[in-house]
C-alpha cells in the first residue's frame, strides 16, 4: 500500500516569459501583501492551471460564491440531487482524470477528489492509508444536502472501477472506507 | 493488525486572511511534532499537510490552525 502524495517542493527550474506589464505589476503588489516572493506566487498561479483549470476547463465550470452555493442545496429537492450526482460521479471524474492522468484507478481517482479539495475549495479532505486501505474524510459547512450529493457522486465515481466503499455521513462530513485497495 | 503507512490532509484557510501570517503558519505547523511536510498555497488558501496519524490526528491539526488564527486575530 503506498502512502499518500508527500507534500515536498518539487524541483524547480528556470525559464523566462514575456508577460503584460499590468499583470506583472498586479503580481508583485499581491505577493507583497501576501508577502511571499513573486517567483512563489508565480509558480502556485502556474501549478493551479497545470493541475486543474486546464481540465476543469474542459468540462465547462463556472464560479460564483460559496453563500450562493450553501443556497442552491438547500434550495434543491433530494430525489433530484441524488439523480444528478449519479450523472455527474459516472461522468466528470471519468473524463478529468483521463484527461489528467490518462487512465482511470484509484489512485486517479483519489487525485481527483483531492484537486476538488484543493483548487475548487468543496471541502477540507484527508486521506489515511494502511495496509487496509484507504480511509478519506471530507469536512464541508454547505449542509446535509452537500453530504448527500457528494455519496452519491462518490459512490457512482468508484463503480466506475468496481468499488463499493463504505460511505457515512452527516450534514458536515462524509467518510469513505476502501478495503483491500 | 494494521499498519499505519501515512495520511495526509487539506485545509482550507479561508479564516486565516491575514496575510503577514500566511507565510509563518507553515514554520509552525512543521514544528508540531508527527508533522512530516506542510505547504501553503496562497493562490487557493489552503495549506497542504503530510503527518504521522499514529503521532496526531486531522482535528487536533485543524485545532492548531484555528489556534492561530485567533492568535493573528488579537495582535
Known sequence: ?181 | MSTISGASAIFSLTNLDHSSCLGTIEGKLKKLNGIRGANVDFVTNAIEVNFDPEQLTVAEIRDFLRELDHEARGK
Request: hydrophobic letters at 45%; zero cysteines.
Open chain 1, 1 to 181: 500500500m503506498p502512502p499518500p502524495r508527500v507534500t515536498k517542493a518539487s524541483r524547480t527550474v528556470p525559464k523566462s516569459f514575456r508577460i503584460d506589464e499590468s499583470a506583472l505589476r498586479a503580481l508583485e503588489a499581491e505577493a507583497s501583501f501576501l508577502n511571499v516572493s513573486p517567483n512563489t506566487l508565480v509558480n502556485q498561479i502556474l501549478k493551479q492551471y497545470a493541475e486543474f483549470d486546464r481540465f476543469a476547463r474542459m468540462i465547462s465550470t463556472v464560479k460564483f460564491s460559496s453563500a450562493l452555493f450553501r443556497g442552491l442545496l438547500s434550495a434543491a429537492d433530494v430525489n433530484q440531487l441524488i439523480e444528478v450526482a449519479k450523472a455527474a460521479g459516472s461522468s466528470i471524474p471519468q473524463a478529468f482524470v483521463t484527461a489528467k492522468r490518462g487512465k482511470v484507478d484509484l489512485d486517479s481517482l483519489i487525485d481527483h477528489v483531492r484537486s476538488l479539495a484543493k483548487y475548487a475549495q468543496l471541502f477540507e479532505f484527508s486521506d489515511t492509508v494502511d495496509s487496509h486501505g484507504h480511509v478519506i474524510t471530507l469536512i464541508h459547512d454547505y449542509g446535509l444536502n452537500w453530504s448527500i450529493f457528494l455519496v452519491h457522486y462518490l459512490t457512482a465515481m468508484l463503480a466506475l472501477i468496481g468499488m463499493s466503499p463504505k460511505l457515512e455521513m452527516s450534514d458536515r462530513s462524509v467518510i469513505i472506507t476502501i478495503s483491500g485497495a
